[in-house]
């Protein structure tokens, strides 16, 4: 009797569309890391934004080296298909507001954080430091002026520029325009010497003081990558000490 050998089964046929496993996790690395890129560029561009500031204008209430959360979605452009379900609101009158220098719109650098003192067709004078908002008073609690000198017109210690510091107005704010101005109103560059802030100028509102550490003012200025690199290990060697631990997470008013 003749017996006969089954023959091997043949190999499964090869799948041209399998990738090898070291192709498909490269590729998931990638879309994930896209996928998280696209996340992040669009919450930086419509929503939430973080903010360093570099000066003392905003003293007390804000102070250097206070890194902040800034909502760019309460002042954005309404969408009418949306507004009714989102939360858009126009600029009032005290809201801290973060902006691009008038003048200087295309420098996304350029970017400020000042109080709206002034709403438009607003009526503003400022005499002997106090402001006045439509014939009120309107210097709130959070207000500061840390040089008792006095400037008005004619003083010849000072640039006559530099009278409006204390006597300015009386002003009308034009329309769709705000009048900002830092509450630390002796050490302060606002609107008193470079004009209203045009609404579109506006996109954001600090709400968020996440972290608060005492930096050198003007540390945002670039003088090069050797300060830089000094900057950053000087935030290294000092994070703990230099940091502001009972600021931390305050809300901004």
Known sequence: ?????????????????????AHSAGREWYESLLVAGI??????????????VPTGSMERTILVGDHLLVNKFAFAARRPLFARWMPYREVHRGDIIVFKKPGDDRNDNNVLVKRAVGAPNDLLQV????????????????????DPELYAAGDPRVAESSVLRDQFGPYRVPSDSFFGMGDNRDNSLDSRFWGPIPRQNIFGRPFLLYWSYEAEPNSHIWRGPLDKLRQLGSVAFHFFSRTRWDRMF???R
């Open 39 to 52: 996340f992040v560029l669009f919450v930086r561009t419509f929503i939430v934004q973080t903010y360093q």
């Open 127 to 146: 005499r002997d430091k106090a402001l006045s908002v439509n014939g009120r008073p309107a210097d709130g609690p959070q207000v500061q002026h840390i």
């Open 250 to 252: 305050r809300l901004v």
């Open 1 to 21: 009797m003749k017996t006969t050998t089954a023959a091997p089964p043949a190999p499964p046929a090869s799948d041209s569309r399998s990738a090898s496993p």
